[in-house]
């Protein structure tokens, strides 16, 4: 599957001095190439790929660490194993994605978790004993055992060796690209406090045995540091691995959006007769077969046939769409009742739900450049601790210290610059707030969702399953005085029984929840786009439409058409009751709306938040239900596409969007908003798409996740400030010679311990109702 080249990569900011002209060169012929890039740990990954990508000429590489694909707009001379090469040579893995791949796979992400888990398992078993050992050792050497380096060794090595492999290999790619990052300050820390601490043991034996007391060992240069290396392996383990969980979501969205599309399709040949061919050879101008229950291969025009058409996937129209000959239909969408032939229009790339697909697919790319404050500071901390600790072991060497006296100040400032509190600050935090809002109902996915909340200042809600059940009920039975209500019910529902309808089943629903049993139809016939009529012990009924009862040149009594009139303004769905011949009931069905909803548009406008909705429904349904709970702004009969772009716009003239769905065609919207929420009882396209999703189907929970979030947010600023603070203070103070390596460790491991301490507060955050 294709992904969509981002606009922003276009800026000039976005391309490497001397890179290629294919933007100021429209005339060129242009290919477009997906690669799927494997071993991206953080958003500064995806930038050093884009930016190896971009010095290419003609070549305008988007690159996504969401969903870990490239995006590539290339002159038709640039082979893909070109690009693929230039992703390895940045250190990374490559592979192309064809159409035949399908949608994204998510292998390698669930294979990353799985890798990682492992490794942070073996971590932590080795760890604990590790540290007790260690500090045991070094501080009261009568404990030393014989054989007790060899013990310290076995338990180290496997961590800061085979557990630490993926920062070493992420410090040596980027140290052939002649770049750093995180990977590599947290490298070179475990690999120089194991090494020093493998010479201390084995070959300066002599200096260890005998310090001069506990107070000596414990200030002494000559300790040992395995447990900080281990520590530092360990604690930055755990963050990657909560990281790389929420990170293996996000391609979700796309994969559960392109699996709405048919994989084969029924097509006719020149002879009429059907074949059963895949997806990929339909061909635009070609006719194919839609048979009920199926799913619209593709948009195209209906050549013959009727149906009821459930295109709530795609428009979030919550009634079922009549289709006849010469209407258009919506691929992705589904048939109901009856054979449809379908012309087709668009295929590929040019369909309605390939369009979606890439509309979530550059709102997700657009989210997923916020990066955390660890990724946007590490060009700069990282070269700069390196210097500070080479300049630390020049002075004091220069000053008259020994090497050992010189290197142990400097490998001092490599142990208490590690990242371990900056790489815990927000993982941790997430953790406990997911936690807390799993008991509140909410699921925080990741730092988008927060750094999103800061300055929200307008609630979007879609009407059809988010602010309303999403299910047909009947909301009103207007009967003559001939007839009872009951009467109507039973023998309206035992015609509607035998429908596939959507309002038909409603009917009967309501029918089998007020009567004992409904009596069996007999002669059963179906009207397309009209009602239904049948024989239910031995009276003709007929359901349906007003325009049925025209055609057949029924009168509707004046009563009727009263409620009729009224019903419709509404925004109700209206069918009309023909017994034996006369009108005589009319029956109102609608999507009814939540209980709680009221109550939580109420809580939304005393947080000062605008509140609008945006529907695909008609504007009579839609200005209806916003009237019943306090909604002022109303957007109705609007298509996923305009949903975007209304947002887009409404973030254009500084808006802070929250917008809430629960529909496959929430999707795009969901992510091209400042924080998505999605209704978990919702689809996984909107699931998948969100920020946010809202567990308990009460859009009280909306008021609660922006209260949550920002609460998880205070406290990650706080993590943040404590991290950097902490490595500003003890630097210096390292440098000085007063911190010895293994209390740098000890300190790490504190600073460690005050973040997720702070973390666990949220467990205690309350919400007022």
């Given amino acids: 599957m294709n992904t969509a080249l981002r606009s922003d990569s276009m800026r000039g900011g976005d391309r490497a001095a001397g890179g290629s002209d294919l933007a100021t060169r429209p005339e060129a012929a242009t290919t477009r190439i997906s690669l799927a890039v494997s071993g991206m740990t953080c958003a500064a990954c995806a930038n050093r790929v884009e930016r190896k990508l971009n010095k290419i000429d003609d070549v305008l590489a988007s690159v996504n660490y969401a969903t870990g694909v490239a995006t590539i707009d290339a002159a038709e001379d640039i082979s893909a194993d070109q690009l693929c090469a230039e992703v390895v040579a940045a250190g990374y893995g490559a592979e192309l994605i064809t159409d035949s791949t399908g949608p994204i796979s998510s292998a390698p992400e669930e294979a990353a978790v799985r890798d990682l888990f492992r490794r942070l398992v073996l971590a932590l078993l080795l760890f604990f004993p590790l540290a007790d050992l260690s500090v045991m050792f070094a501080m009261v050497p009568a404990t030393r055992i014989t054989g007790w380096q060899i013990i310290l060794t076995v338990l180290a090595l496997p961590v800061v060796v085979w557990a630490a492999a993926p920062f070493h290999r992420k410090a040596l790619a980027g140290a052939k690209n002649f770049t750093a990052s995180m990977d590599t300050l947290v490298s070179v ?112 025009l209906v050549v013959s046939g009727e149906s009821s058409v459930d295109a709530s996937a795609m428009t979030g129209e919550s009634i079922p769409v009549e289709v006849t000959e010469g209407m258009a239909v ?319 716009r409404m973030r254009e003239q500084g808006r802070r969007i929250v917008m809430v769905g629960d529909g496959i065609n929430d999707g795009a919207a969901l992510a091209t908003a400042d924080l998505g929420m999605a209704i978990g009882a919702g689809t996984d396209v909107a699931i998948a798409a969100a920020d946010v999703i809202l567990v308990r189907d009460d859009l009280a929970a909306v008021a609660d996740a922006i209260g949550l979030a920002h609460a998880t947010l205070r406290t990650i600023k706080g993590n943040l400030v404590w991290a950097f603070g902490y490595n500003v203070v003890a630097i210096p103070v390292a440098v000085l010679g007063l911190l010895n390596p293994l209390i740098a460790g000890a300190a790490m491991a504190f600073s460690s311990f005050f973040v997720v301490s702070n973390s666990l507060r949220l467990r205690r955050v309350r919400f007022a109702r």
């Fill in 330 to 648: 919506i691929g992705g969408t589904t048939a109901l009742t009856g054979r449809l032939i379908v012309e087709a229009a668009a295929v590929g790339r040019d369909t309605k739900l390939s369009g979606m697909i890439r509309l979530v697919e550059q709102a997700q790319t657009g989210k997923a450049r916020m990066q955390r404050v660890a990724d946007r500071v590490s060009s700069v901390f990282v070269p700069f601790v390196f210097a500070v600790a080479a300049g630390t072991f020049a002075t004091w060497w220069l000053l008259g210290s020994g090497v050992d006296r010189a290197a142990s100040p400097a490998l001092a400032v490599l142990v208490i610059a590690c990242p371990c509190a900056l790489g815990l600050a927000i993982p941790t935090a997430l953790m406990v707030a997911s936690g807390r809002g799993a008991q509140l109902g909410i699921f925080i996915k990741g730092h988008q969702a927060l750094e999103a909340t800061r300055d929200v200042d307008t609630v979007v809600l879609d009407k059809t399953g988010t602010v309303t059940n999403g299910v047909m009920s009947v909301v009103g039975v207007t009967v003559t005085d001939s007839v009872t209500e009951d009467e109507v019910l039973r023998l309206a529902g035992a015609v509607e029984a035998a429908s596939e309808h959507a309002v038909a089943a409603a009917i009967t629903r309501h029918a089998n929840a007020v009567l004992d049993e409904l009596p069996e139809v007999e002669s059963f016939t179906a009207l397309p786009g009209l009602g239904a009529r049948g024989l239910v012990v031995g009276r003709e009924v007929v359901v349906g439409r007003l325009r049925l009862l025209n055609d057949r040149g029924i009168d509707v009594p004046q009563t009727l058409s009263r409620a009729v009139r009224r019903e419709e303004r509404a925004g109700r769905t209206v069918v009309l009751v023909v017994i034996d011949g006369a009108a005589r009931a009319v029956i109102a069905v609608a999507d009814t709306v939540k209980d709680t909803a009221a109550d939580a548009i109420a809580r939304l406008h005393a947080l000062g938040l605008r509140v609008m909705m945006f529907t695909g429904d008609n504007a009579y349904a839609a200005q209806s239900v916003a009237d019943e709970i306090g909604i002022d702004e109303v957007v109705a009969e609007l298509l996923p596409e305009g949903k975007v772009e209304l947002i887009a």
């Fill in 189 to 300: 820390g475990v690999t120089t406090a194991t090494l020093w601490s493998l010479d201390t043991m084995f070959l300066h034996a002599d200096r260890t045995d005998i310090p001069d007391g506990v107070w000596d060992a414990f200030w002494s240069g000559d300790s040992i540091y395995l447990e900080a290396a281990a520590g530092v392996t360990t604690f930055v383990l755990a963050g990657r691995y909560f990281e790389a969980k929420a990170k293996r979501s996000a391609g979700s969205a796309l994969r559960a959006l392109a699996a709405l599309g048919a994989r084969e399709v029924t097509v006719l040949t020149r002879g009429n007769r059907e074949m059963r061919v895949p997806i990929g050879e339909l061909v635009e101008g070609q006719r194919f077969v839609v048979r009920p229950g199926e799913t619209i291969a593709t948009d195209g």
